[in-house]
T-cell receptor
Framework: GQNIDQPTEMTATEGAIVQINCTYQTSGFNGLFWYQQHAGEAPTFLSYNVLDGLEEKGRFSSFLSRSKGYSYLLLKELQMKDSASYLCAVRESGGATNKLIFGTGTLLAVQP | ETGVTQTPRHLVMGMTNKKSLKCEQHLGHNAMYWYKQSAKKPLELMFVYNFKEQTENNSVPSRFSPECPNSSHLFLHLHTLQPEDSALYLC???????????FGPGTRLTVT
């Protein structure tokens, strides 16, 4: 079966660091994605991991461990505008299409 | 226009109405997708088109009928919908072999 788990909600303070975890169980694996979605807006791409390890992009970093079926998104120097939902998605392997399986998303609230 | 556009942004329809959602991508991509996003639930893949051919139908009821006349346009025809079909309908596109999907802003559909 397919299952992607991430916390429903998190709260953090402006300027702090927050880690959003994602665990997955899928029939195949060909990469893991993180998307950011502000309320009422489209999801926007943040990061992609296909190999184990840490990918850093500015204030955002994403980590993957394929053997553990685990990823996290790390947000540093939090800003109020980082308040959004963060979606973890796994790309299934096989086939010519880019089929993504999404988690329910983690709603992050950044407080002053 | 740039990126992925969707019209209308909001739609209210009765259960006996027939309406269509439109998506257009200006990115030169070859694959297009329809997703449904309901409150507290993960993004659900509905349909995938690759080079205008439908490659995925994720067990979607026949009251939803997709149409892809060319690689830039995607429609979702709606008829005799149910109140539980009320949701945000997101369109996305990607290069066939690429990993990143670009999302449109969505159509907020309310079925009364």
């Amino acid at each position: 079966g397919q299952n992607i788990d991430q916390p429903t909600e998190m709260t953090a303070t402006e300027g702090a660091i927050v880690q959003i975890n994602c665990t997955y169980q899928t029939s195949g694996f060909n990469g893991l994605f993180w998307y950011q979605q502000h309320a009422g807006e489209a999801p926007t791409f943040l990061s992609y991991n296909v190999l184990d390890g840490l990918e850093e992009k500015g204030r955002f970093s994403s980590f993957l461990s394929r053997s553990k079926g685990y990823s996290y998104l790390l947000l540093k120097e939090l800003q109020m505008k980082d308040s959004a939902s963060y979606l973890c998605a796994v790309r299934e392997s096989g086939g010519a299409t880019n089929k993504l399986i999404f988690g329910t998303g983690t709603l992050l609230a950044v407080q002053p | 226009e740039t990126g992925v556009t969707q019209t209308p942004r909001h739609l209210v329809m009765g259960m006996t109405n027939k309406k269509s959602l439109k998506c257009e991508q200006h990115l030169g991509h070859n694959a297009m997708y329809w997703y449904k996003q309901s409150a507290k639930k993960p993004l659900e893949l509905m349909f995938v088109y690759n080079f205008k051919e439908q490659t995925e139908n994720n067990s979607v009821p026949s009251r939803f009928s997709p149409e892809c006349p060319n690689s830039s346009h995607l429609f979702l025809h709606l008829h005799t919908l149910q109140p539980e079909d009320s949701a945000l309908y997101l369109c996305a596109s990607s290069q066939t072999e690429a990993y990143e999907q670009y999302f449109g802003p969505g159509t907020r559909l309310t079925v009364t």
